[in-house]
């Protein structure tokens, strides 16, 4: 159970990121494990959860952000124009069937062509 857990949790992670931030993302997850075993009792586990809190000058984050510096990037911002006015007199379900329809066939054409999607 643990394997395939943990096997699935790999295979989510490089399905929805580049390989350079799945393994970063990975490697974290597999250190942050290591030094929960190396906890020795609940007084240190409160201190630490403490402390990982941080103050407004520290902030709440212990690693440096995921971020890649890419030189060739392409960013598109996409409206469907009249889908205002269209959505208002619609019913919910024609709504959602049709934003499904563009996104699945947009992140289809985004797969095949190796596009890294971020929303």
């Not at 990975?26 to 586990?45: C, Q, R, S, Y």
């Not at 952000?65 to 619609?90: H, K, M, N, Q």
């Not at 024609?94 to 054409?109: G, I, M, N």
């Amino acid at each position: 159970l643990v394997m395939n857990t943990a096997k699935r949790t790999t295979e989510i992670v490089q399905s929805l990121f580049p390989k350079s931030v799945g393994d970063r993302l990975l490697a974290e997850a597999e250190e942050k494990a290591g030094e929960k075993k190396k906890k020795e009792n609940v007084d240190t586990f409160m201190m630490e959860s403490e402390a990982e809190q941080g103050t407004a000058t520290e902030g709440p984050f212990k690693s440096d952000p995921i971020a890649e510096l890419y030189l060739s990037t392409t960013i598109i911002f996409a409206d469907i124009v009249g889908f205002t006015a269209w959505s208002s007199v619609r019913d919910p379900k024609a709504v959602f069937t049709l934003l499904e329809t563009v996104y699945r066939d947009f992140d289809l054409k985004a797969k095949r062509r190796g596009v890294f999607k971020v929303e």
